[in-house]
């Protein structure tokens, strides 16, 4: 009975922790937060994130007007470093992302969970510490692991995330507008994050998460 007693025990400390994309904001800032006039940290230099007014901000959908009927669903392709936004089967939006190099994507079939038009980023230690407010054009759709627009970087078709898929801020600005978060006991837009993506719907994926 000892032994079961331990190795129940054991387990329950052993344990893996819940992966965060961003260590020091995964709980907290889960939240609208719009910061002007702060000052961003990437990689040990100063950035300037962009002013966020929201009374100039528009919800006209750019993608997918001329086609309106069909499922959404977002690809993420790992091995390309690309991202491909479908609406029923007329692919509305191809573009290069940068995904998990500091931290994994995760890969797996989710949605939408929650919409944010801009929220601080903080985490990592060491030369790769980061500290981003408004981190514009955020979609959730695993935990902390989220789809935005990053304006510390334009190394885009190769990763430089702790996890989140970033975008050019015109890209995440079209997904965002046309993306759907959970609405009326509806889920949001699909995300699958694939190992390798064939067009047009074909997602392979190694060990997901479940």
């Known amino acids: 009975m000892l032994g079961v007693a331990v190795f129940i025990t054991g387990k329950h400390f052993l344990k893996p922790p819940i992966p965060c994309a961003n260590s020091l904001t995964c709980v ?30 528009t919800s006209t959908n750019v993608l997918g007007v001329s086609f309106p009927i069909g499922e959404k ?3 993420v392709d790992l091995a390309s470093q690309s ?21 994994k994507t995760p890969v797996g079939n989710f949605h939408i969970w929650q919409k944010l038009r801009a929220t601080r980023m ?3 230690a060491g030369d790769d510490a980061y500290d981003l407010p408004n981190v514009p054009y955020v979609m959730y759709f695993f935990r902390d692991f989220g789809l935005h627009g990053a304006y510390w970087h334009d190394n885009f078709g190769h990763t430089m995330s702790h996890g989140c898929v970033n975008l050019r801020q015109v890209d995440a600005q079209a997904l965002f507008n046309w993306a759907n978060g959970p609405t009326n006991g509806e889920k ?8 390798n993506f064939i067009k047009p719907n074909k997602c392979i994926q190694d060990n997901p998460v479940q």
């Open 28 to 57: 907290s800032d889960l939240s609208l937060k719009i910061e002007n006039g702060s000052i961003g940290m990437f990689q040990g230099r100063k950035v300037t994130p962009p002013a966020i007014d929201l009374a100039l901000d």
């Open 73 to 75: 669903h977002i690809y």
């Open 83 to 103: 991202l491909y936004a479908y609406q029923g089967k007329t692919r509305v939006l191809e573009t290069y992302v940068s995904t998990g190099r500091w931290g």
């Open 188 to 195: 949001g837009t699909a995300v699958s994050i694939c190992n």
């Open 122 to 124: 903080a985490g990592g």
